[in-house]
């Protein structure tokens, strides 16, 4: 029985996760052709090209735990936002280059060190996985470090519009270390990673570069969060509805 | 040498099929025709971004949205490489990139044409990509050695997206009966505006006799163009599609397909700019150029401020 409750959790989990990937690999896929030069259009892509692969792997282990037929793509293009169990940080709209790097900096941070553990995770499923997609964010944090050197400590401009960014993240961000008891019971397994562990090594990071940046730490006057209940902002429908559209218009077809 | 004998020493090379080289004394023509055709391409594989990336969001599986995502990709990586090329002849990517949103400089005209349905996104790498390397395998025994290196590299990628673009066309024309219609119409609309990618009749083509002479050209448009009608028949016969062209016939005695008439109107129409979509392009590409400009005033403001801290330092 305690088999069974750990097997429907960690498809659970498994699905948490492959949404955040599938909602940020679509934030930043919305670049292609939008960036502020070739070279950027190129990076994002491929970085999106990376969340979409996490997805994949992810949704493939829920459906394999599942094991009632469905597939990734009825994960990602058969579930309506209040199944969506994504963090909030990654619906957000992409907003200007400035809001978009914020973002994927303080994401590639949580993720760097949430792999590195996940990687430990007594389900080797998962530990696989986190041990490919770990080698990905490491890339990914280089570039996003170093956009945030840049535009802090740019121009007048573009200090403006990160810090902008940085602020209007900020609150957004306090749910990435919360556990709700899925989560914990995971934990205790040995199977999840404990979050709460990773807020003050992702602080001291974050801290450390926002000095660096000339960026100024935001108060911890504001949170939002629900993310992993399905209580999403305004935005998700939006992104679901495009995402889906086509794949919805013709029911039960092969692609 | 006086220039004479180094125009003479250039067409003896040219002659004895020796590639010229970026440091290489050429004529100004040359140059100058170089750096139109390569840029043209180079812009082509950008603005292709747009009707594809117009997919990508929409992609009805995460399977095809990753091939898509990659392809765009490529693309982009494509141009990069021919803006590099073309940079070799003494021209600057920014000094490509004003003349693209000025209109002085071209891309291909078939981007001017939507990507409606989802399976545009087959036509497209199936078809366009399909005379595209029609084109480029020519290409890579043009005669200047950094343009021919590139259409041998860029030709790798490009015959992969035309196979992922098939195999996409493949799997609409296998589903249900709605699929094959999609499939059908985007061949029905794509089909021509593929076949004017090789440019006008050799008899009507502005550059071509030139380009032939300095073997940056190695084959006309027309023979291009046939090589390319007579290998796509097997393939839209594969599919089960109906040909869009009602006068294709083998004709034992050419060796070739015979073939109906290009709208020619329609070419000069599209290419002097009422297509669909040339404005929404070009209008594009400038607004996401303006919006960027913030950035790379960022990036060269923060490189200057940290070569001030190093000599400081």
Same mark, same amino acid.
Do not use: C
């Given at each position: 029985m305690a088999e069974q409750n750990t097997r429907q959790d960690t498809l659970e989990y498994a699905q948490r996760l492959g949404d955040d990937a599938v909602v940020l690999g679509h934030r930043l896929s919305e670049w292609c052709s939008n960036a502020p030069f070739?070279?950027? $259009?190129?990076?994002?892509?491929?970085?999106?090209? $990376?969340?979409?692969?996490?997805?994949?792997?992810?949704?493939?282990?829920?459906?394999?735990?599942?094991?009632? /037929?469905? $597939?990734?793509?009825?994960?990602?293009?058969?579930?309506?936002?209040?199944?969506?169990?994504?963090?909030?940080?990654?619906?957000?709209?992409? /907003?200007?280059?400035?809001?978009?790097?914020?973002?994927?900096?303080?994401?590639?941070?949580?993720?760097?060190?949430?792999?590195?553990?996940?990687?430990? %995770?007594?389900?080797?499923?998962?530990?696989?996985?986190?041990?490919?997609?770990?080698?990905? %964010?490491?890339?990914?944090?280089?570039? %996003?470090?170093?956009?945030?050197?840049?535009? /802090?400590?740019?121009?007048?401009? %573009?200090?403006?519009?990160?810090?902008?960014?940085?602020?209007?993240?900020? /609150?957004?961000?306090?749910?990435?270390?919360?556990?709700d008891p899925l989560e914990q019971r995971l934990v205790d397994a040995g199977v999840a990673v404990d979050v709460a562990a990773l807020r003050d090594p992702w602080r001291e990071q974050v801290g450390t570069l926002l000095d660096e940046a000339t960026l100024r730490q935001p108060a911890d006057d504001w949170a939002v969060r629900g993310g992993r209940e399905g209580y999403h902002t305004e935005n998700l429908g939006h992104l679901l509805t495009e995402m889906q559209a086509l794949h919805r218009a013709y029911p039960g077809c092969s692609w | 040498m006086t220039e004479d004998e180094l125009e003479q020493a250039f067409y003896r090379r040219i002659e004895n099929e020796e590639k010229i080289e970026p440091k290489d004394w050429m004529p100004e023509g040359y140059r100058q025709n170089l750096i139109r055709q390569i840029s043209q391409h180079a812009h082509s594989e950008v603005i292709g971004m747009q009707p594809e990336g117009n997919w990508i969001t929409r992609a009805p599986s995460l399977r095809r949205k990753a091939i898509l995502l990659a392809k765009v990709q490529d693309e982009g990586g494509h141009g990069l490489y021919l803006y590099s090329t073309a940079e070799t002849l003494g021209i600057s990517r920014a000094e490509m990139i004003e003349a693209l949103q000025s209109c002085k400089a071209k891309y291909a005209s078939i981007f001017n044409y939507p990507a409606q349905t989802w399976a545009d996104v087959g036509a497209i790498g199936w078809l366009v990509d399909g005379a595209a390397i029609v084109n480029q395998v020519s290409l890579q025994r043009t005669s200047y050695g950094p343009y021919s290196r590139s259409m041998i590299r860029i030709c790798k990628e490009e015959s992969f997206h035309q196979r992922q673009g098939y195999e996409l066309m493949l799997t609409l024309c296998r589903g249900t009966e709605e699929q094959k219609a999609m499939a059908q119409d985007a061949l029905n609309r794509f089909y021509w505006p593929a076949l004017m990618m090789f440019g006008p009749h050799d008899s009507e083509s502005a550059h071509s006799a030139k380009s032939m002479q300095w073997k940056i050209k190695r084959e006309s448009n027309d023979d291009l163009r046939q090589k390319f009608i007579d290998q796509t028949v097997p393939q839209i016969e594969f599919l089960g599609l109906e040909h869009p062209d009602k006068d294709i016939r083998w004709n034992e005695e050419r060796g070739h397909y015979d073939h109906g008439e290009i709208d020619w109107d329609e070419f000069y129409r599209v290419i002097s700019g009422n297509g669909p979509c040339n404005r929404q392009r070009i209008q594009h590409h400038i607004r996401v150029h303006e919006e960027g400009a913030w950035v790379r005033d960022a990036m060269s403001a923060y490189q200057q401020k940290k070569r001030q801290r190093a000599q400081a330092a």
């Open positions: 070739l070279e950027e $259009d190129l990076a994002l892509a491929n970085t999106a090209l $990376d969340f979409i692969g996490r997805a994949r792997m992810y949704y493939g282990y829920a459906a394999e735990l599942a094991d009632d /037929g469905r $597939d990734e793509d009825d994960f990602a293009y058969l579930r309506d936002q209040r199944d969506y169990r994504n963090l909030l940080l990654h619906e957000l709209p992409r /907003g200007d280059f400035a809001f978009t790097q914020a973002r994927q900096y303080f994401i590639d941070v949580y993720n760097q060190l949430f792999l590195e553990e996940l990687r430990q %995770s007594a389900d080797e499923r998962l530990a696989a996985i986190a041990a490919k997609a770990v080698k990905e %964010s490491r890339y990914h944090l280089r570039r %996003s470090r170093d956009w945030m050197l840049r535009l /802090g400590d740019g121009t007048e401009e %573009s200090h403006r519009r990160t810090q902008t960014a940085v602020d209007n993240l900020w /609150g957004y961000t306090h749910e990435l270390f919360e556990l | -």
